[in-house]
């Protein structure tokens, strides 16, 4: 079974920086593992859907980014440390919401969260204006 354990959420300020991890563990019933996943990450604000942030795909060859973070956010992996990351920078507090990582086995980093199977329980960001 594979578990996604998200860390490094907090409250900030306007213009910060602030790193999110997603530690992953365990394989698919098909003994499939972190090396052979898409990672992506997902944010839900208070009274909203939840939305796609960013997605890099199993080979780490190819990222996706919603306009609202381009330029400002980087996802990268640490396939060694089964380990995905969302860097933020010039954070904004339209940016507040928690936090989901999300793993596709074998995927190239899509948008659509039906694509993901495997999600972490969250991590609060806070930006404060």
């Known amino acids: 079974q594979v578990q996604l354990v998200e860390s490094g959420g907090g409250l900030v300020e306007a213009g910060d920086s602030l790193r999110i991890s997603c530690a992953a563990s365990g394989s698919t019933p098909l003994g499939r593992s972190f090396g052979e996943f898409a990672m992506a990450w997902f944010r839900q604000a208070p009274g909203k859907d939840r939305e796609f942030v960013a997605a890099i795909a199993w080979s780490g060859g190819h990222t996706n980014y919603a306009n609202s973070v381009k330029g400002r956010f980087t996802i990268l992996r640490d396939n060694a440390k089964s380990t995905a990351y969302l860097q933020m920078n010039s954070l904004k507090p339209d940016d507040t919401a928690v936090y989901y990582c999300?793993?596709?086995?074998?995927?190239?980093?899509?948008?659509?969260?039906?694509?993901?199977?495997?999600w972490g329980q969250g991590t609060q960001v806070t930006v404060s204006s």
């Open positions: 999300a793993a596709d086995p074998g995927g190239w980093g899509e948008t659509r969260a039906y694509e993901y199977d495997y």
